[in-house]
C-alpha cells in the first residue's frame, strides 16, 4: 500500500505512522513536510529570502529525521516531499498529483507553529476521497473498534479494512446505535405500546446487522471480542464506549463529496474525531 505521510517532525505524527504500521500490511510510505508561511501577509515576499531558505533547511532536517526513524521501525520509505506555503492547500495539491491508499496524520491541537497537526487534520478527513488515519497518542493498538449501520457504506468500509489491515491477535468490537425517535411533534396521545414496537423492531434491526458483519469476520478467520447494541445519539455513545474499552483504533465511513469544508465531514465522524482519545481512521467514497 502506498501511503502519504504527513509530519512537521512532532512526536504525535511520529505517533500516527507507528501506530498505522502495527495494523496495516506491506506499506511504502511518502514522507511530506509543509512548511506554513500562509500567515504571512500577502504584500511579504519570502521566495528569495533568507528566511525561506530557513524554512526549506528545516523541512530537509525534518524530512531526513523522519526517513531514518521511519527505518529504526522497519518501515519502508519512498518519496520525501517538502513544500512551502499553505499546509492544508499542499497536502490537497500532492493528493491530487498522486493516488495514495491511506493519509496518516497526527493531532495534537496545539497553536502557533504547531497549530496545522489540529484543525487541518480535521479539513482533510473532509476534504479528500481517500481514507484518513488521524492520530493522537501512542497506544497499545489492540482494540479496534467498528461503527456501523445498516448503509451500504458499513459493507465498504468493513471490506475494505479487511483487505487493507491484519486484525490477527488484535480484540475486533462492533457496535452500532441506534437512535429513539422523536415523538414530540405529534399530535394528542401516542399509544405507548407503538413506541415500545419500534423501538423492539430497532432492536431486532440492530441483532440482525452485527450478526451478518460478525459472520463477514469469522470468514475470514477473525473471531469478535465483543459487539454491541446501544441507544441514543451515535457521535455520544460511540466516544463512551471507545474509552470505556479501552478502545486504540475506531474505524468509521463517511459519504462526502471530495473538497467540502470540515464542517461538513458528517456529524458523526466529526463529532468522534473531535472527541475521542483513540485513533481515528475514516473511509470516505467507497460506495
Request: charged letters at 25%; proline letters at 1%.
Amino acid at each position: 500500500m502506498k501511503i502519504l505521510f504527513c509530519t512537521d517532525g512532532s512526536n504525535i505524527s511520529f505517533n500516527a505512522i507507528k501506530n498505522f504500521a502495527l495494523w496495516s500490511r506491506d506499506i511504502v510510505v511518502d514522507i511530506l513536510c509543509v512548511i506554513d508561511w500562509s500567515f504571512l501577509p500577502e504584500s511579504v515576499s519570502v521566495e528569495n529570502s533568507d528566511f525561506a531558505v530557513q524554512c526549506a533547511n528545516s523541512a530537509d532536517n525534518i524530512l531526513n529525521s523522519a526517513q531514518t526513524r521511519l527505518a529504526n521501525h522497519g518501515i519502508k520509505t519512498g518519496e520525501k516531499i517538502k513544500l512551502c506555503g499553505s499546509v492544508v492547500g499542499s497536502i490537497l495539491e500532492i493528493c491530487d498529483k498522486s493516488e495514495y491508499d491511506f493519509i496518516v496524520l497526527g493531532s495534537h491541537g496545539k497553536k502557533g507553529v504547531k497549530k496545522w497537526l489540529g484543525s487541518v487534520s480535521q479539513e482533510i478527513a473532509g476534504a479528500v476521497d481517500m481514507p484518513v488515519y488521524i492520530s493522537k497518542q501512542a497506544n497499545e493498538r489492540k482494540n479496534v473498534l467498528f461503527t456501523l449501520d445498516n448503509s451500504e457504506i458499513s459493507d465498504a468500509v468493513v471490506n475494505n479494512a479487511l483487505k487493507s489491515f491484519n486484525f490477527e491477535n488484535k480484540n475486533i468490537y462492533l457496535l452500532t446505535v441506534y437512535e429513539t425517535p422523536d415523538f414530540l411533534f405529534l399530535e394528542g396521545n401516542i399509544d405507548s405500546e407503538w413506541i415500545l414496537d419500534v423501538r423492539k423492531k430497532q432492536e431486532t434491526a440492530a441483532f440482525i446487522l452485527l450478526n451478518r458483519f460478525e459472520k463477514v469476520f469469522q470468514s475470514y478467520g477473525y473471531e469478535l471480542a465483543g459487539k454491541r447494541i446501544l441507544q441514543g445519539s451515535p457521535s455520544s455513545e460511540i466516544v463512551k464506549y471507545a474509552k470505556q474499552n479501552n478502545i486504540d483504533l475506531v474505524i468509521c465511513g463517511n459519504k462526502n463529496h471530495k473538497y467540502l469544508s470540515r464542517f461538513l465531514l458528517g456529524s458523526v465522524s466529526l463529532r468522534v474525531l473531535e472527541n475521542v482519545e483513540s485513533d481515528v481512521l475514516i473511509f470516505k467514497n467507497i460506495v
